[in-house]
């Protein structure tokens, strides 16, 4: 196991526990206790995790990890996810995207179709096959490359856990656009609060974004479902549809169907 695979199965750990044992947390993971303690002291450099003695607790109560190490957690179900929101996407649609894994994944699925169409490169008078609004710095990233998709990337303040741009700059750009599709990353789905995340301004930007389509897609895999985060980003009545995996409870389906949001599993 390598150094990164140690410390995503690390920082997993803390996120579903709160705390870290050293000598459970090597039993676990299936490395020495001084390979653990090491490894601790490193990501409490990085600001990832507070060390005491005999292990690590996590920053605050509503722990985050950081993008770069939450892209291996259910990656094949967030891939299937992605390619079937795709598949809701019409060409020469403008689709909004806010930052996570899951949302990633759903621009590089965007990209693969359009590039699947095997179309003639764009040039500058050319309609383009998709506009792509997003506030997540690595999406805008991947897709700028792609030139049959238009990408406009809003302005706002970095937010390094998860790349998005938030605040009064970003909510400026959102205010003066409209989205056929709006295509949402969440930490958390209630039946009885609705979609939610983890930041307050990440929340509120996801809102607006909402707000701006005519139709809101939800992007989540099972582990989502059910699961409360600090902050709420719009009620279920706000949704037409949720895609998610085959993990999701058939009852939560019911649940979700009678209020208005269809439910695609994959």
Known sequence: MSKHERWNALLELLAADGRLDVEEAASTVGVSAATIRRDLDELAEQQMLVRTRGGAVAHGVSFELP????????????????????DLIDEGAVVGLNGGTTTTEVGRALALRVAGGRQP??????????????NALNIAGELTVRQQIKIVL?????????????GPLTAGV???????????????????LGVMTHQEDEASISRLFAE??????????????GRRAFARICDLSALDVLVTD???????????????????TV
Do not use: C
């Open 67 to 86: 993008l770069r190490y939450k892209s291996s957690r259910n990656a094949s179900e967030k891939q299937r996810i992605a390619a079937a929101v795709a």
């Open 121 to 134: 490169e764009r040039s500058s008078g050319d309609a383009p096959r998709l506009t792509v609004v997003t």
């Open 154 to 166: 809003t302005g706002g303040v970095a937010r390094p856990q998860t790349y998005e741009l938030v």
């Open 174 to 192: 959102l205010h003066q656009i409209a989205l056929d599709v709006a295509v949402l990353g969440v930490d958390g789905i209630d039946p009885r």
């Open 212 to 225: 701006r389509a005519q139709r809101v897609v939800v992007a989540a895999d099972s582990s989502k479902i």
């Open 246 to 264: 085959k993990g999701i409870p058939a009852d939560t389906v019911d649940r979700l169907t009678d209020a208005g949001v269809k439910v695609i």
